[in-house]
Nanobody, 119 residues
């Protein structure tokens, strides 16, 4: 599976962005998917995860109620709707396939997309 993120950019605090992750291959629907982020000087951290069929989701406490993960298996797409953004959400955001909350569980990664939230 090859993953390509898009949709990052610069936004003011309180604003919204929608990240997309396009997956290649016909096996996308078999994988649980996740979003992670990494800020400068910090370790990569879990943001959200979704099961293969979208029935189960899980979020980091820091993003609950503001970020929503979703997927469209017919289109091989993963999404992250980001609302009420805060400066501390600034990071490179990565989509990943195959695991759940821990980076080591995922087999495939995208190249990342930068999200910058100004105060």
């Amino acid at each position: 599976v090859q993953l390509v993120e898009s949709g990052g950019g610069l936004v003011q605090a309180g604003g919204s962005l929608r990240l997309s992750c396009a997956a290649s291959g016909r096996t996308f629907a078999r994988y649980s998917m996740g979003w992670f982020r990494q800020a400068p000087g910090k370790e990569r951290e879990f943001v959200a995860a979704i099961s293969w069929n979208g029935a189960a989701t899980h979020y980091a406490d820091s993003v609950k109620g503001r970020l929503t993960i979703s997927r469209d298996n017919a289109k091989n797409m993963l999404y992250l709707q980001m609302n009420s953004l805060k400066p501390e959400d600034t990071a490179v955001y990565y989509c990943a396939a195959g695991g759940w909350m821990h980076p080591s569980e995922h087999d495939y990664w995208g190249q990342g997309t930068q999200v910058t939230v100004s105060s």
